[in-house]
């Protein structure tokens, strides 16, 4: 697995490049809301676009979704857009957003950056 952080002055944007599973998830989660400027970013773009193949069963996504919530509290006025194209990454994508209905974060799916980039910079 390979990604790219890139911290921004109001947000970051992490780009997943080739074979991705939950442990990447994880890993990537961790350095992101264990960092300083994590208490005050205001958005997260998650870029699956280069992503070959994303290893999530839904016991794990469900897993995620939990450890996801401390850093909603941390930050719970968060944007968080996850960006693809892959309808394999999609439906994941999809089942993760509905288990996350019960925190505070504003989460959007989108298929190209540019879109993403617009809504995180609105408000």
């Known amino acids: 697995m390979a990604y790219i952080v890139e911290w ?3 947000g970051v944007v992490i780009k997943y490049i080739g074979e991705i599973d939950i442990l ?3 890993k990537i989660g961790g350095i992101i809301t264990n960092d300083k400027r994590y208490g005050r970013i205001k958005y997260v773009i998650s870029d699956f676009l280069k992503v070959k193949s994303l290893e999530i069963a839904e016991i794990s996504i469900k897993q995620l979704s939990l450890r996801d919530e401390i850093p909603s509290i941390l930050n719970p006025n968060l944007k968080f857009s996850i960006v693809s194209d892959n309808q394999d990454i999609l439906s994941m994508v999809m ?3 509905d288990l996350m209905k019960v925190n505070e974060w ?3 799916l ?7 980039m617009k809504w995180c910079l609105l408000g």
């Open 106 to 108: 504003k989460i959007q």
């Open 24 to 26: 990447d998830l994880f």
């Open 8 to 10: 921004l002055d109001s």
């Open 110 to 116: 989108f298929d190209n950056l540019e879109d993403s």
């Open 95 to 97: 089942e993760y957003i």
